[in-house]
């Protein structure tokens, strides 16, 4: 069964400052995206960033970033100038070609930004 | 507005109750999943259909059925409620070519 690894339970940072949460998989696929979600306090899923398995750079949305590192079987978030906003929980799910309807989610981080 | 209606938003049931949660999208996405999140926790995929009369379980099935006779349409059916079922229930949907999961704003339920 695919495992996806977020190994950042929890994480506090100072507003303003850059912040990076980790994501490992480990999918057999050879092809597959990756998604990154937020969910703040108030329950909704938020869509922050995708990035398909061939796309030649890594993706960008506004303040978030993906370092995708295929060989690795790893897709880091990167926040750019957090904001108090921001607090919220992070959720990463790689999205296999193949099985591409059965999305697994990590157990996420708990990002809190500090005033 | 397009996008995923989950209802209703809220349910208490008793122990041994049976219920169903519905979910409808209207994007023609052929691909939609429930999941749930208990509290603090993160999302466990309990069934996903990739169209209309096809279904298949995730990590979580026992208690649930879930049938798509539609494209549209994906309910979640409670069989015998249990305490362990509480839980927020979202349902997600998907167009087979990647890029756009799209996520209903959820069931918080209740089993006393």
């Known amino acids: 069964a695919q495992k996806i690894t977020q190994t950042q339970p929890g994480m506090f940072v100072q507003e303003k400052e850059a912040v990076t949460l980790d994501c490992t998989y480990d999918?057999?696929?050879?092809?597959?995206?990756l998604f990154w979600y937020k969910q703040p306090s108030s329950g909704e899923m938020i869509f922050l960033i995708y990035q398909g398995s061939y796309d030649q750079q890594n993706a960008t949305e506004g303040r978030y970033s993906l370092n995708f590192q295929k060989a690795r079987k790893s897709a880091n978030l990167v926040i750019s100038a957090s904001q108090l906003g921001d607090s919220a929980m992070y959720f990463c799910?790689?999205?296999?070609?193949?099985?591409?309807?059965?999305?697994?989610f990590g157990s996420g981080t708990r990002l809190s930004i500090r005033p | 507005n397009a996008g995923v209606t989950q209802t209703p938003k809220f349910q208490v049931l008793k122990t041994g109750q049976s219920m169903t949660l519905q979910c409808a999208q209207d994007m023609n996405h052929e691909y939609m999943s429930w999941y749930r999140q208990d509290p603090g926790m993160g999302l466990r995929l309990i069934h996903y259909s990739v169209g209309a009369g096809i279904t298949d379980q995730g990590e979580v099935p026992n208690g649930y059925n879930v049938s798509r006779s539609t494209t549209e349409d994906f309910p979640l059916r409670l069989l015998s409620a249990a305490p362990s079922q509480t839980s927020v229930y979202f349902c997600?949907?998907?167009?087979?070519?990647?890029?756009?999961?799209?996520f209903g704003s959820g069931t918080r339920l209740t089993v006393v």
């Open positions: 997600a949907s998907s167009p087979t070519q990647g890029g756009d999961y799209t």
């Open positions: 799910a790689p999205y296999p070609y193949s099985s591409a309807s059965k999305i697994i």
């Open positions: 999918t057999s696929d050879p092809s597959y995206g």
